[in-house]
Every structure is written in structure tokens, then in C-alpha cells.
């Protein structure tokens, strides 16, 4: 699948999320092609790490998640698991159930935030919750497939987790 045009972003997401897209390109064009000295480099990933926690993809997908799960408790969370610093993206409290996203800016520039990605992913089942990433590139190219996996991963939670269909 490609991804969303610029134009595209705005037509389904509205102005904010076309706005954050494009601030993020931005900062992600000026990484890549700075020819600068090595502190402007490191100016500018600091600068995109901070954007992170805002980027338009995990926005959306947090939108993504308020919608099918609009009858839980929905939220991002820090230390969900005391004693670790991490945080998750999403979270279906009651179904014990953690979205996150990943791209290559965020995880792409060494090995560390695969490393920590993993380690997060087995606290956290270790201690019942389910996980499901998604790729940064799933949600720019739309989001009805992370729509379908979340309707899909919704009843399998309800019943593991043995709550009745009406809620």
C-alpha cells in the first residue's frame, strides 16, 4: 500500500493532523539532510523525539481506538508497570489491552528502541496484557486495517476476559 499524499492526510484527518504531518516532515527533512556540524544533528533528533509523544499517526490510531473501544476506559499511560519507566501508547484498561505504534524515526536509528520495544512487549505479558503494534506506514496508508484487527482483537479480549457482549 503507498502512503497518504499531504492532500489526502487533510481530506480524511482534518487540519490538526495534516498540520503535525507536515511539522514532522519538516524536522525529519532537516535530520536527514543536514550537512551541519554533528550538534545541529543532534539539535534536530532531539527535537523529533520530543514530537513523538504528538505524532499525527499515533493520534490517529489513539482515535482509532476511542472508536471501537468507546465504551472503555481508553488512555495513553506512563508506568504501567511499576518500577519501569516506559509508556504505552494506548491502552483498553479494562481489556487489559495496549496499542503501539511504530516507524522507522522512532526505531529506526539503532538497535536501542528495538531492544526496548522488546523488553516492554514481555513485562507487559508477563503482567496479562495483550499487545498489538502497528506500523507507522499501516495508518498513513489508512486506517480501516487497524480499524478491522482492533473489531477483531475486541471480541477475542471481551471473551478471555469474560465480559458480556452488551458491554
Do not use: C, W
Not at 33 to 50: D, E, F, I, Q, Y
Not at 138 to 144: K, N
Not at 150 to 167: E, Q, T, V
Amino acid at each position: 500500500m503507498n502512503s497518504l499524499s499531504l492532500s489526502q492526510v487533510k481530506k480524511l484527518y482534518g487540519e490538526r493532523v495534516y498540520k503535525q504531518v507536515k511539522e514532522k516532515m519538516a524536522l525529519e527533512k532537516k535530520v536527514t539532510s543536514s550537512k551541519s556540524s554533528g550538534s545541529a544533528l543532534s539539535k534536530n533528533k532531539n527535537l523529533l523525539s520530543r514530537k513523538k509523544n504528538e505524532s499525527p499517526y499515533e493520534q490517529v490510531l489513539f482515535d482509532i481506538f476511542k472508536e471501537v473501544f468507546h465504551e472503555y476506559t481508553v488512555s495513553s499511560q506512563d508506568q504501567l508497570i511499576p518500577g519501569r519507566k516506559f509508556k504505552v501508547d494506548v491502552l483498553v484498561h479494562e481489556l487489559k489491552l495496549v496499542g503501539e505504534l511504530d516507524g522507522y524515526l522512532n526505531h529506526g536509528f539503532n538497535k536501542e528502541g528495538f531492544k526496548r520495544d522488546r523488553i516492554k512487549d514481555r513485562l507487559l505479558k508477563l503482567e496479562g496484557f495483550e499487545i498489538l503494534r502497528f506500523y507507522a506506514s499501516e495508518i498513513a496508508s489508512g486506517p480501516d486495517e487497524a480499524r478491522q484487527v482492533l473489531y477483531k482483537m475486541k471480541a477475542i479480549r471481551k471473551k478471555l476476559m469474560g465480559l458480556s457482549s452488551n458491554k
